[in-house]
């Protein structure tokens, strides 16, 4: 069973960059889209960037676009989100999470298996 696991997540000032990063084991996740998608406290859980199985596509929420970017590196079984000019609307729990197929998409419910999640909390 598929496990992924978030990390890189803290406490920043506003303008500040962070790095988040999401390993997976006991699976490959090579053949699949993935994603990032985020909580605010008493929000629901919305899309924030997705790439394709190769990394020929990506595609970002509106708030994030020109910010944040979502490499991946296939033979590290690894996903990154890279967060630039972060702002205070930025602050949420950030959750990895395996695409159903290997297209960039956009919806909670394109996704079939999520991380714990990390923190990111922005100061203003």
């Known amino acids: 069973q598929l496990q992924l696991v978030e990390s890189g997540g803290g406490l920043v000032q506003a303008g500040d960059s962070l790095r988040l990063s999401c390993v997976a084991s006991?699976?490959?996740?090579?053949?699949?889209?993935m994603g990032w998608l985020r909580q605010a406290p008493g929000k629901e859980r919305v899309f924030v960037a997705a790439?394709?199985?190769?990394?020929?596509?990506?595609v970002y929420a509106d708030s994030v676009k020109g910010r944040f970017t979502i490499p991946r590196n296939n033979f590290k079984n690894t996903l990154y989100l890279q967060m630039n000019s972060l702002n205070a609307e930025d602050t949420a729990v950030y959750y990895c999470?395996?695409?159903?197929?290997?297209?960039?998409?956009?919806?909670?419910?394109?996704?079939?298996?999520w991380g714990q999640g990390t923190q990111v909390t922005v100061s203003s």
């Open positions: 999470a395996l695409g159903r197929s290997g297209l960039a998409l956009t919806e909670p419910t394109d996704f079939a298996s």
């Open positions: 790439i394709s199985w190769s990394a020929s596509s990506t």
């Open positions: 006991r699976r490959t996740i090579s053949n699949s889209a």
